[in-house]
């Protein structure tokens, strides 16, 4: 059976682990999340980094410090995953839900300005398969009415828009370390920093509402609770996991991109023929191989095809159900139809992709897929 997604240990998981036990610092904040921290503020461009035990925590980090109140109103694309919505919903805001462009899942940058209102305090873009959204159109928007941008990066980690990594551009943004990310502490995640407003305080929500980061320091003489905020901050044992991920960050970048360019370069004429789109080309760096999908031409075909890869133990997948018709948020939606995220919803496939993944399986039983005329 080739599964979707196998997480990958690079070895020296445990024995970072064995190290931050003896080291007799288990609790967050120390020797690993700092390493972690500064690993990603110096090679990612952010001003500040903490890492947080998800990206949903990441993301609910975000709606306090954009003091999302209710009746605030955040724009969200359909076609993500729930939390970039929930952790909104949460804080009391109405989610005003964006379609994606009719070729591509990233939110139409085209559409946004048309849903904003005197309430819109934050626009949350998903650069969707590590793809990057068009950040030059979003930050113009930003500027130009006054709101926050969240780049929910969780798919992004090593993707860049132009000169920037992503995750380096919103004012703020968040990655996530999940098994099904690239780089992985089984749970994880992170918040990044642009805007130096907000580091002080973030630093205070992270640790349960108080100034204690700040007390350890030595930048203040005693701690205490100062501000909302929840236990964010992962232990020293999943930092110590992340950091020998991080180690290898650019061996395990190399393999993907390996699987992704197979996928690409072998796809291509079978797709045509059986009028299914597969993933655009992105420019050298603005691919970090996180996924590689397909569009099928019908949800009749891609159940076809799915259960085609089934009959020789491959488990391709698709997502997500447009948050717009979920069971939790349609009564609440504004009625707008989003027909770009409804395809996607219906015609996305995804194949498999990791580390030890072999993609030439994968791609003999592919072309053996052929549609059914008529
Ligand atoms: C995986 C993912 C998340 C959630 O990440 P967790 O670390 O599991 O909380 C959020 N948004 C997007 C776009 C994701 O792909």
């Keep these: 059976m080739i599964p979707f997604n196998k997480p990958y240990l690079t070895g020296k998981e445990t024995l970072y682990i064995e190290d931050a036990v003896k080291r007799g610092h288990i609790a967050g904040n120390g020797y690993y999340t700092k390493k972690c921290q500064n690993y990603f503020q110096s090679n990612f461009g952010f001003k500040k980094a903490l890492l947080t035990t998800s990206c949903t925590d990441a993301l609910e980090m975000c ?49 946004i300005e048309g849903l904003i209102t005197s309430k819109t305090k934050a626009i949350v873009v998903v650069h969707y398969a590590g793809l990057a959204c068009d950040m030059d159109a979003i ?11 969240i780049e929910d990066a969780a798919q992004a980690i090593c993707s860049k828009y132009k000169e920037k990594y992503l995750g380096s551009i919103g004012h703020l943004a968040t990655f996530s370390f999940h098994e099904t990310k690239n780089i992985i502490s089984g ?3 992170l918040l990044a920093i642009n805007d130096e407003r907000f580091i002080d305080r973030a630093e205070i929500i992270w640790e349960k509402g108080t100034n204690r980061a700040e007390f350890f320091r030595g930048e203040v003489n005693k701690y205490g609770w100062v501000d909302t905020g929840s236990s964010f901050l992962p232990s020293e044992i999943i930092a110590a996991f992340l950091w020998a991920q991080i180690e290898n960050i650019l061996d395990i970048q190399n393999k993907r991109l390996e699987h992704w360019f197979f996928y690409y370069n072998n796809l291509g004429e079978w797709a045509k023929n059986n009028h299914i789109k597969i993933m655009p080309l992105p420019e050298k760096e603005a691919n970090n191989a996180h996924m590689f ?28 159900l447009s948050l717009h018709n979920s069971d939790y948020y349609k009564s609440k939606h504004d009625g707008r139809a989003l027909p770009n995220s409804d395809e996607f919803t219906k015609r996305l496939l995804r194949l498999p992709m ?15 897929f052929k549609t059914q005329l008529g």
């Design 187 to 189: 749970e994880g995640g």
């Design 139 to 149: 930050m113009a928007i930003a500027t130009k009415h006054n709101v926050l941008i």
């Design 63 to 111: 709606a306090i410090l954009a003091n999302i109140k209710a009746g605030d109103e955040v724009i969200i694309p359909s076609f993500t995953f729930v939390s970039t919505a929930l952790a909104f919903v949460r804080q009391g805001a109405n989610i005003v839900f964006a379609d994606s462009y009719s070729d591509n899942p990233n939110i139409d940058t085209t559409k």
């Design 293 to 320: 999908y397909l569009i099928c031409k019908s949800e009749a075909q891609r159940s076809a095809l799915i259960n085609h890869l089934k009959t020789r133990e491959i488990h391709a997948v698709f997502h997500y």
């Design 354 to 368: 990791f580390y030890e993944l072999n993609e030439k399986k994968v791609v003999k039983a592919i072309l053996e």
